[in-house]
């Protein structure tokens, strides 16, 4: 049986043919896009950005450098504490793709280990599960101030700048934001999170400013019914929670859709 891993040479001297292992470089020579690549890219990305027809450029252009534009939490040892001698705590899975999870919150105290105003979030941040199983890449926008809540380890805070971030939050939700960040997880590495570098070489069209306004109106109008589903659940109101926060992603995969016709030039905006 022939080993695709090793090759065949003549031994001049003694006129036979023997074999020898191959070299790294000979086998990436011959299968570049192979997983020895640890940007191995997957064929089914290839076309990707073909449909797409507005001008790209990458989302790290948008985004504040250094920790002011993007930084995950502390990664001192966690500590907890009582709500009202604390600051919130968000863990992955609190991240709701509609919104935050208030409710569930966790507390850690104010000043304390896992604290910092590089952690704290505000109004207009994105926030994103960098890690998580089965909570890795959901994200929210806070669309109202919140009161002191900081990021964990497992999510990032993004602040970006000429460019509307709740149009960045539904991009990254739609099939070419999705996709970008599974082809940028589907290296030999096999990681299951995604770090500042691969959120920066995201490509993002350039929406015209006044459709990027109309999916941040758009985008504000779910989140009042996340709000309430969140308000319902603190009062126990599962009805209330199940019908408000199904009508908040139901509104969300709808703005998604027009946002992605958008992009394709189907249609001229989302409203």
Same mark, same amino acid.
């Given at each position: 049986m022939t080993n695709s891993n090793s090759k065949q040479i003549v031994d001049e001297k003694n006129g036979v043919m023997i074999r020898v292992d191959k070299t790294l470089k000979e086998m990436m020579d011959? &299968?570049?896009?192979?997983?020895?690549?640890?940007?191995?890219?997957?064929?089914?990305?290839?076309?990707?950005?073909?449909d797409i027809k507005f001008k790209?450029?990458?989302?790290?252009?948008?985004?504040?450098?250094?920790? &002011?534009? %993007?930084?995950?939490?502390?990664?001192?040892?966690?500590?907890?504490?009582?709500?009202?001698?604390? /600051?919130?705590?968000? &863990?992955?899975?609190n991240?709701?793709?509609?919104?935050?999870?208030? /409710?569930?919150?966790?507390?850690t105290? @104010?000043?304390g280990n896992l604290d910092g105003k590089q952690y704290r979030i505000k109004i207009d941040d994105i926030i994103m599960n960098k890690s998580g199983t089965g909570?890795?890449?959901?994200?929210?926008? /806070?669309?109202?101030e919140l009161g002191k809540i900081v990021v964990?380890?497992?999510?990032?805070? %993004?602040?970006?700048?000429? %460019?509307?971030?709740?149009?960045?939050?539904?991009?990254?939700?739609?099939?070419?934001? %999705?996709?970008q960040i599974l082809r940028l997880t589907a290296g030999v590495s096999g990681q299951v999170h995604i770090d500042f570098e691969d959120i920066k070489s995201i490509k993002i069209p350039m929406l015209p400013?006044?459709?990027?306004?109309?999916?941040?109106?758009e985008y504000k109008k779910l989140a009042e019914y996340h709000e309430k589903a969140m308000e319902a659940?603190?009062?126990?109101?599962?009805? @209330?929670?199940?019908?408000?926060?199904?009508?908040?992603?139901?509104?969300?995969?709808?703005?998604?859709?027009?946002?992605?016709?958008?992009?394709?030039?189907?249609?001229?905006?989302?409203?």
């Open positions: 011959e &299968k570049p896009s192979s997983r020895w690549d640890v940007d191995y890219w997957q064929p089914r990305f290839d076309s990707l950005f073909n790209l450029q990458i989302l790290g252009d948008f985004i504040f450098p250094g920790t &002011k534009g %993007i930084t995950y939490g502390s990664t001192k040892p966690r500590e907890w504490s009582k709500k009202e001698n604390g /600051v919130g705590y968000i &863990k992955s899975v991240v709701r793709n509609t919104g935050l999870d208030t /409710v569930n919150i966790f507390w105290p @104010e000043g909570t890795f890449g959901r994200l929210f926008v /806070v669309i109202k964990s380890q497992d999510t990032m805070r %993004i602040r970006v700048k000429g %460019i509307s971030p709740y149009f960045v939050a539904v991009y990254l939700q739609s099939n070419h934001g %999705i996709n400013r006044e459709i990027q306004e109309q999916v941040s109106n659940k603190k009062e126990n109101n599962e009805s @209330e929670y199940q019908r408000n926060l199904k009508t908040a992603e139901e509104m969300l995969n709808n703005l998604i859709k027009k946002t992605e016709q958008v992009i394709r030039g189907e249609r001229k905006d989302v409203v």
